[in-house]
């Protein structure tokens, strides 16, 4: 027989633990029955969950479950049935050339709702979500176009990548004239004035344009022209308006002439189907800045 004596509190009338601090005594209140009740469900839920749903991982898997459900397997079913579809309503895209879609009112509308969405996907993290650009990524809805903007140039950017590794990339570096000691500081800062000087900015006091000029027709009439407005054949700016990709400060041009410049644009042929890279080529060009 238990000497136990049970211990009850004066004030609730209430079976205390037997524990005891500074005075304080712990009452012995039991859990809700519904709380329980709450618990012991959620517990056989849990073991249910755990048999059929995958759960535990292991050493180079996990658990599988008797269901054999997988978010990611829907997931990429559905993606799948998604393609299937989009290929299927745009069907006529596939063998139409860019040009032909761009003259066909139900293909082009169908093609920039696509490239609306490729765009958000694909492109945005550089071109801003508007196409608008920023430093070092260039502006769409212009018609300053490095590379030509014909419908058949952007979609033929949009394949290949400017400097991106691909086979057929469109490819040409400005030449860093510092870095490589092609010319010296004094004669960078010169012709960095002369072109300060045709696109319509202040030069530094008593810069030498004609030396500037000359300079620039000895180094950059072959990629920029004679007129230095560039040549979309090699990938060379106008450098006569007001429209730089990387700036037009008299610090930035400094800067692009000693150390040269060399942006990147991935090849999307490996990453989109074709369909998806016309259509993202319709977009860009009617965006507004399409030649």
């Not at 058949?152 to 570096?173: F, K, M, Q, W, Y």
């Amino acid at each position: 027989m238990s000497d136990h004596k049970k211990d009850i509190d004066q004030v609730s009338g209430i079976e205390t633990t037997g524990h005891e601090w500074d005075g304080l005594k712990e009452l012995n209140n039991p859990l809700p029955r519904w709380w329980l009740w709450t618990w012991y469900v959620t517990i056989v839920w849990a073991v249910g969950y755990c048999v059929l749903y995958p759960s535990w991982p292991l050493l180079t898997d996990y658990t599988k479950g008797v269901l054999g459900h997988s978010n990611r397997a829907e997931g990429i079913a559905a993606y799948d049935a998604l393609i299937a579809k989009r290929l299927e309503s745009g069907a006529g895209l596939k063998d139409a050339s860019v040009e032909d879609i761009l003259g066909n009112d139900d293909l082009r509308t169908f093609a920039v709702a696509q490239g609306a969405a490729a765009f958000g996907d694909n492109c945005s993290a550089c071109h801003g979500s508007g196409a608008a650009g920023s430093t070092d990524y260039p502006n769409l809805l212009d018609d300053d176009w490095l590379w030509g903007g014909t419908i058949d140039a952007i979609h033929e950017t949009l394949r290949v990548g400017i400097r991106s590794g691909h086979d057929e990339e469109r490819a040409n570096s400005m030449t860093a004239f510092g870095r490589d000691e092609i010319l010296e500081k004094e004669d960078i800062v010169t012709v960095s004035n002369y072109v300060l000087s045709i696109s319509g900015q202040p030069t530094d006091d008593g810069a030498d344009l004609e030396a500037g000029k000359v300079l620039f027709e000895e180094n950059c009439t072959a990629c920029h022209g004679e007129d230095a407005k560039g040549l979309q054949e090699m990938g060379a700016p106008n450098l006569t308006d007001a429209i730089w990709l990387y700036g037009g400060s008299r610090e930035t041009i400094i800067e692009s002439v000693t150390n040269g410049r060399n942006g990147v644009m991935p090849s999307w042929e490996a990453r989109l189907d074709p369909v998806t890279i016309k259509s993202l080529a319709v977009y860009v060009h009617t965006r507004g800045g399409g030649q």
